[in-house]
């Protein structure tokens, strides 16, 4: 099977999604509650179903990480409703607080329909496995994980990415099932600036 091809955004749509992102979590800072989004906010390929990650970093260190693996509503309510659950609702941090939206930086990926990789050894899932490109979701039984593309700049081998992927699922790095399921798929990802940035100029 081809492999799904990343979903192509304009600039203008990248930076349209990082302004709903950054503006659903100063919304969030004071309703308690992402943005609600209007039609107006959800024009072309902002209103078609896509699954989409938001990552929050400050100072390069992650702050939040918070998405969908399903296309289960418009692009814009996707990232809207990630950007506010990352900065206030990943249980690894506590909530953003509100000097800290002038300095993150948020990561927005959009994910590619996910593919099924038929693989009936772990020899022949990392020898399918495109480094630096592929993202992986994991499931088994109840255990579901998923890496994102951008983790193989920490794990670049492919056992090492399939291994780490294997513990945040729970499982053993070792471990091994011909009922393991694995789906890949691939990300359109953007960053914007933290708005210190330019005034430290």
Known sequence: MAHSPSTELSSAARLRLLRIARDSIAHGLIHQAPMTLTADDRPGVLGARLASFVTLRQEEMLRGCVGSMEPVRPLAESVAEAAFSAAFRDSRFPPLQEKELRVITIDISVLSAL????APSEAALLSQLEPGVDGLLLE?????ATFLPKV??????PEDFLRALKQKAGLPPNYWSESMRFRRYRTTSFSDVPQLSSASA
């Open 140 to 144: 088994e039984g109840w255990r579901r």
């Open 115 to 118: 593919e099924p990789v038929t």
């Open 152 to 157: 193989w700049e920490q794990l670049s081998a």
